[in-house]
């Protein structure tokens, strides 16, 4: 009996010993597999072409669907959030919206301005939709703002730009070729038909300048032209436009005079933008005055200096003044005091 359970345990030990050694084999079979398959994977991501393939893929994460074709994507919206964009074109992707990052000072509505005027009859068309459904118009609105440099037009076009953003829409500025926008807006009301939205064309005289007339009348109201849409330019020289831009409505509707900040949306400003002056009446009435058919840029660089460089107030003022008169001219600029930012 003892005999026969040694050479038992050893025959089970032996086999054992065979199984072992196959799991062994098959483990190590397995890993120079795996070994194989990750050496393969990083030739191929060194290979250029595939390498230019998985950039061109980007982070996509999921598909893009267009009939019966599928486009590799980040991922996808049913509506473009609310923002302000530029409509751009490229061969890859054809016409698309880009999303501004929008820095700006504090925007701040000014009491008694034309600036709030516009704002104001922006709101109202916004609820007048039935009524033109009503007569059979577009629901569209058009308005040409025109003023001295600085008088707060570009001011006035974040202020909308702001509203409709807040209310869900979004804005479009027009920084390149108008053909581009208005194909880029015929797309995108295919796909939200009932958006409002606001079209900023700042400088129209310079887009004209750079395209010439035509792509900017076809975005106006060409075969491309939407509804819930309102369109608001700006430009300093008026005079330089042709009457089919100043004298059609449907086009511009209105034409709105900016000029500079009067009086008491002067002291609005210097006391929102200088809380200081709360306290102190009378110097409050000697900035309001000082700063009299002044521009907000120049209000602005007025606390600037005074304030956060500690500038002296009179030597400042000087100085502002200076830069409203003049204009720097080379032929005779040598020996000259500053009279801009120093």
């Not at 009524?131 to 600085?150: E, N, V």
Request: aromatic share 8%; hydrophobic share 35%.
């Amino acid at each position: 009996m003892p005999v026969k359970k040694v050479k038992f345990k050893t025959s089970t030990h032996k086999a054992n010993r065979r199984a072992h050694a196959k799991d062994i084999t098959i483990a190590r079979a397995n890993l120079l597999r795996k070994i194989d398959s990750v050496r393969n994977r990083e030739n191929a991501i060194m290979d250029p072409e595939i390498q230019e393939t998985l950039d061109e893929a980007g982070d996509a994460q999921m598909w893009a669907v267009s009939a019966d074709s599928y486009f590799p994507c980040e991922k996808t919206e049913r509506e473009l959030p609310p923002g302000q964009y530029i409509v751009s074109f490229s061969d890859s992707k054809g016409y698309f919206f880009q999303k501004k990052i929008i820095n700006l000072d504090e925007l701040i509505v000014l009491p008694d301005s034309r600036s709030e005027h516009v704002l104001n009859s922006i709101q109202h068309f916004w609820t007048r939709e039935k009524m033109f459904r009503k007569h059979g118009f577009l629901w569209k609105r058009g308005m040409l703002l025109w003023g001295p440099p600085g008088s707060g037009k570009t001011s006035t076009l974040q202020q909308l730009s702001k509203l409709i953003v807040d209310n869900g829409g979004f804005s479009v500025y027009v920084n390149g070729d108008p053909e581009f926008v208005a194909h880029g807006l015929a797309i995108m009301r295919k796909i939200e038909p009932d958006r409002p939205i606001i079209v900023m064309i700042e400088d129209i005289d310079a887009i004209i300048e750079r395209h010439g007339e035509a792509p900017l009348l076809a975005l106006l109201d060409g075969e491309l032209q939407i509804d819930n849409v309102v369109f608001i330019a700006t430009t300093n020289y008026p005079e330089e436009l042709d009457t089919r831009f100043v004298n059609r409505p449907s086009r511009f509707d209105e034409i709105i005079y900016i000029g500079m900040p009067n009086e008491k949306a002067r002291e609005v400003y210097l006391l929102k933008k200088n809380p200081r002056l709360k306290s102190n009446p009378e110097e409050l009435t000697k900035w309001v005055s000082s700063t009299n058919g002044w521009s907000i840029a120049h209000m602005r660089e007025l606390i600037v200096a005074v304030e956060c460089l500690d500038n002296k107030f009179e030597d400042t003022i000087e100085r502002l003044a200076k830069m409203n008169q003049n204009k720097p001219n080379s032929e005779n600029g040598e020996g000259r005091k500053p009279f801009g930012f120093t």
